[in-house]
């Protein structure tokens, strides 16, 4: 029998413990299905909204019936918005068209959290020595005691809420307890428009008498050093703050708040370095016993259990209290999963260098840090952790960080029982690790832990073919996206950027969809990309959060092809992914304006952007010189004018959906002129192009700015070009997402093929062979001979060249998206090469998706190939089986589906190399 599972409000999956808090007072609903019948066919549905008081008791709000066969995106059935602190259960049920009704679905939870500033009646705290710092400013320890009664009838607490929110970044504690689990919080934002903010239940951790609530504060991305070239300090404000609402409520309804204001007091805590860049410096020797505890005045001016040594006695100051957030800046919960530990991870080597130091190698380039545990040694004793992505002569290899350390220290106490120690504000990006000052009697594995951190989103997606070298880059991809979504999607994450650069997103986005559920993240990104874009009058920033906004070369307009689209293409795609138009209603202001205030060709003879106008073009291309990736071998201004041909159809398209008549008209004659334009200026009448470049002929194909006639050419020239340059690569940031489609698109899939399986530099696989676990920057980010390139802009975790996951997906393995939200879509997977198998999943707004294919040999050049698809109900998807001669579609629904097939395999494979002087 069908049942409900999956229920969620909005794009946010409320966990069966997690507390799922937003400011969505008209949330609307999604549910899947499980175990439908192919027979199923849903005609109503049944939504039940109860509303949660005291001790979780229910008092029904509503239930609704309506005729309905949606199950994605219901609309919010209550006829009022949702209060602030309001807390709901939904359940649902529907029915089919036999009569028959599915079981009440699980009951989601939704809590509505403080909704404006007047919600706030704490205040912005400071510490006493805050000021316009130059230097790095370390952690403070915010604390404040209170009391509670006892447990009895009118002490029993029945729940209680900590709202809070940092300018830095800050963990709270109470009664010597951690509050959550979020790293890094509360995540970094355009701060001036948006504070984010969370909110965590802390019933269980109070208790009657005397309690604690300490916080510690640092400066994070709010006034830490960060920023392109180097950086700057204090950015979005001259020193950290705090602001935090502890709500209690008894069972007899009474309420109690403690919130931050004058009476609360600041120390300096034990970590003296905690920079994003930088890394931590822990000083065990200068911690505050039971800083967050109750009667610490006790404890904290005791000297340290379990130590000969004397402790500092802590001198606690009273906080100044600062004038509360403009009106301006919002205290926003954000549309995002927050920044958690995922994942940990052992070394799998201990290396002595030439030089005779120890380095750890994790096996995996990642983000996060270090974890020490049980360490024993002298008090004053430091242990440094300095993290790198590669080794160079055998030593770990620095310079890829420029102006940034990475490294951690801690000092030890001198606690004979053991030492425990993780870093709470930075994060690196690294495979080794190379520490000194440890024991070497001491077993490091045993000790050492490597801990994954990113924003808490869900696997959307995999893949996995009969090659096992494709197989890893799809991994190198998928790593390279996690260890770059930690709060705002960034260009790396090793080096002294980890900037919200916004040309890497627009054009890894779809690749990035279909492997994680990352509309939530992206959505709240693409808010602050509005911001920034209002603070410049209408061009978007480089990056978002505008970290460059303080910087007198770089806070000037700077409107750059490609970077900017993202205003447009990310939007749509996240439209794309789910079918939820509310994003572009969202963002239009933001594509319009950016689309309108493009830079054209200033005398009018054209629509096409003004020549004059300085384009980072194909982005580091491989014929690009190292110290200066935007001299690709394409013109710049036709990589930036086909992409602009591209934004205008794809606005065209996205004016009609919000409902834009007149802006619809406007665009499609725009489109066409600045198509017609393009043509003029780039395209021969036959169909060659002025760049007889890779990327040109990649974009101009997969952006319809060709006629068939001269497709059909350029499909040609491509293959040429790519068989010419031995199936190397020779595209950059712009042209590498379109490379094998528009090879695939032509007929062309073999050579297309060739090119994603060659291993010399560049290629795809390249990297694989060079042991590389994450994506590159540059094609040769090491060089064959394992130096690292002399470029001075060296990542070994940049997303962008992974954006071929969506041709692995979706042509490899063959799903691809046909309308939004996955309503419609196929399964057409690109036989060829020596593939024998693949599987692709994608978890679509209607639940899971399966295909998977075989095919064997018979002998004869025949093949027998077996297809087997698994379809949720929603989804539409058309199988296109190949046959002894051309292929068959066969249009599924729900269900689990097998077809075979008997076909000829009739391509060149290998391809042969062309004659030399072709
Ligand atoms: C970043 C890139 C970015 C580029 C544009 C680099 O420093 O790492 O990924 O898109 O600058 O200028």
Redesign the pocket.
């Known amino acids: 029998m069908a049942s409900i599972i999956d229920l969620r409000f909005e794009h946010y999956h409320p966990g069966p413990t997690q507390l799922l808090v937003t400011q969505d007072t008209a949330p609307r609903l999604s549910w899947t299905f499980q175990n439908a019948s192919s027979a199923f066919s849903p005609q109503s549905y049944d939504i039940e909204v109860s509303k949660e008081s005291s001790g979780s008791t229910l008092e029904l709000l509503c239930t609704v019936r309506r005729a309905s066969s949606l199950s994605h995106l219901v609309p919010w059935p209550l006829d009022r918005h949702l209060r602030a602190r309001e807390k709901i259960s939904v359940r649902v049920r529907v029915w089919d068209s036999a009569g028959q009704d599915t079981p009440w679905s699980a009951p989601a939870r939704l809590e509505i959290g403080l909704l404006s500033h007047a919600d706030w009646q704490c205040e912005r705290i400071a510490a006493p020595w805050a000021s316009d710092t130059t230097v790095s400013d370390p952690e403070q320890l915010f604390r404040q005691e209170f009391s509670l009664p006892a447990a009895s009838i009118v002490g029993t607490i029945d729940q209680a809420r900590l709202y809070i929110t940092a300018q830095g970044v800050y963990e709270a504690e109470i009664n010597g307890q951690r509050v959550g689990d979020i790293f890094m919080a509360p995540g970094w934002t355009a701060y001036d428009a948006r504070l984010p903010y969370q909110t965590y239940d802390v019933t269980s951790l109070l208790a009657g008498g005397v309690n604690c609530l300490g916080v510690r504060v640092a400066e994070g991305w709010f006034s830490g050093r960060i920023g392109f070239e180097g950086g700057h300090r204090n950015i979005w404000g001259p020193h950290t703050a705090l602001m935090a609402q502890l709500e209690i409520r008894y069972v007899d309804g009474r309420e109690e708040r403690i919130v931050t204001d004058g009476s609360w007091q600041v120390t300096r805590g034990p970590i003296r370095l905690a920079e994003i860049y930088d890394g931590e410096k822990y000083d065990a020797t200068l911690e505050v016993p039971g800083w967050s505890s109750p009667a610490a005045s006790a404890s904290i001016t005791s000297s340290l259990e379990n130590s000969a040594e004397i402790s500092v006695v802590a001198r606690w100051e009273p906080v100044v209290v600062m004038d509360f957030l403009p009106a301006t800046t919002n205290l926003t919960t954000g549309f995002t999963e927050p920044v958690r530990r995922i994942e940990e991870v052992n070394p799998v080597q201990r290396i002595t260098t030439p030089a005779g130091k120890t380095v750890l190698d994790f096996g995996q380039n990642l983000v996060g840090y270090v974890r020490l545990k049980n360490i024993i040694g002298p008090r004053g004793h430091q242990i440094t952790l300095s993290h790198v992505e590669v080794l160079e002569d055998g030593e770990i290899a620095t310079r890829p960080l420029r102006v940034c350390k990475a490294i951690d220290v801690y000092t030890l106490k001198g606690d004979a029982s053991g030492e425990h120690y993780e870093p709470r504000f930075t994060f690196h990006g690294f495979r080794y690790v190379q520490v000194d000052g440890w024991d070497d009697t001491v077993d490091l594995s045993a000790s050492i832990k490597a801990v994954v951190c990113h924003t808490d989103m869900r696997s959307a997606g995999t893949f996995d073919c009969s090659d096992p070298l494709l197989n890893k880059l799809y991994q190198n991809i998928r790593w390279g996206m996690r260890g770059n979504f930690l709060s705002v999607p960034t260009?790396?994450p090793q080096r002294d950027?980890r900037l919200g650069?916004s040309?890497?997103l627009a054009l890894f986005a779809p690749a990035a969809t279909l492997i994680y559920d990352c509309f939530g993240m992206l959505k709240n990104w693409l808010v602050d990309v509005e911001y920034d874009q209002k603070v410049l009058g209408g061009v978007p920033a480089m990056v978002t959060p505008n970290s460059t906004i303080v910087d007198p070369v770089w806070c000037r307009r700077k409107p750059c092809a490609v970077w900017h689209d993202v205003t447009i293409l990310a939007p749509w795609e996240l439209y794309s992914e789910t079918g939820d138009a509310t994003i572009l209603a969202q963002q239009y202001s933001s594509m319009t304006t950016w689309i309108d205030i493009v830079p054209r060709c200033k005398n009018g003879t054209t629509h096409l952007w003004d020549p004059s106008i300085f384009q980072?073009g194909d982005?580091l291309d491989p014929a690009a010189p190292a110290d200066a990736p935007w001299k690709s071998a394409t013109d710049a201004q036709l990589v930036a004018n086909a992409f602009l041909v591209h934004s205008l159809d794809l606005m065209v398209l996205i004016s009609r959906i919000v409902g834009q008549t007149a802006d619809c008209a406007k665009f499609s004659s725009d489109a066409l002129a600045t198509r017609q334009d393009f043509q003029n200026e780039y395209v021969s009448p036959n169909g060659r192009l002025i760049s007889d470049s890779q990327t040109a002929y990649a974009l101009a194909i997969c952006f319809d700015l060709l006629t068939p006639t001269q497709a059909v050419v350029a499909g040609n020239r491509l293959k040429y070009l790519v068989h010419k340059n031995g199936f190397r690569i020779g595209t950059g940031f712009a042209g590498t997402p379109f490379l094998c489609e528009a090879l695939a698109r032509t007929g062309h899939t073999n050579i297309a093929y060739a090119m994603l399986l060659e291993k010399t530099c560049p290629s795809w696989l390249y990297p694989v062979t060079m042991d590389a676990t994450t994506m590159w920057?540059r094609w040769d980010s090491l060089l064959p001979d394992g130096s690292v390139n002399p470029g001075d802009?060296t990542?070994f975790n940049?997303y962008?060249f992974g954006a071929v996951a969506t041709f692995l997906h979706g042509r490899v393995a063959g799903l691809r998206r046909l309308a939004p939200g996955w309503t419609k879509c196929c399964f057409a997977p690109l036989i060829g090469a020596e593939f024998d198998r693949a599987i692709v999943e994608h978890v679509t707004p209607f639940g899971l998706v399966s295909c998977t294919w075989e095919t064997k040999q018979d002998g004869y050049g025949m093949n027998t190939i077996e297809m087997r698809a698994l379809v949720p109900y929603g989804v539409t998807l058309e199988v296109v089986v190949p046959q002894e001669t051309g292929e068959k579609t066969e249009t599924v629904g729900m269900g689990e589906w097998v077809f075979k097939s008997r076909f000829s395999r009739d391509y060149e494979w290998p391809i042969k190399p062309l004659p030399p002087k072709s």
Do not use: V
Request: charged content about 30%; hydrophobic content about 40%.
């Open positions: 260009d790396c950027e650069w040309g890497d980072l982005w920057e802009m990542s940049h962008a």
